[in-house]
């Protein structure tokens, strides 16, 4: 059984050795911006939501904000854009 994040995190579908998701796991934690990270390696559910979004691909990393969109592969600067309209 595992943990549901907080209904206010951001959370980041990865793998361990995706270099695109260390950066921007890495940029985000720079930025004190809080976030939960979901392995798809280790989780096959993880992995189905993350091919429903990205028409039948593991494509990572896939950033799922609070409010149920995604974005895939984003910019930090797009995940800060999609953030700030959130809370506005």
């Not at 907080?6 to 270099?19: E, F, H, M, N, R």
């Not at 995940?79 to 309209?85: G, S």
Request: hydrophobic content about 40%.
């Amino acid at each position: 059984m595992t943990t549901a994040p907080p209904a206010d995190a951001l959370i980041i579908y990865g793998t361990s050795w995706c270099g695109p998701c260390r950066t921007l796991k890495r940029l985000l934690a720079e930025r004190d911006i809080p976030f939960t990270e979901i392995d798809i390696e280790q989780l096959p559910d993880a992995a189905e939501f993350v091919m429903t979004i990205n028409g039948g691909n593991q494509t990572v990393p896939t950033v799922l904000f609070p409010d149920g969109s995604t974005l895939t592969n984003p910019r930090l600067s797009d995940v800060i854009t999609r953030l700030d309209l959130i809370a506005s």
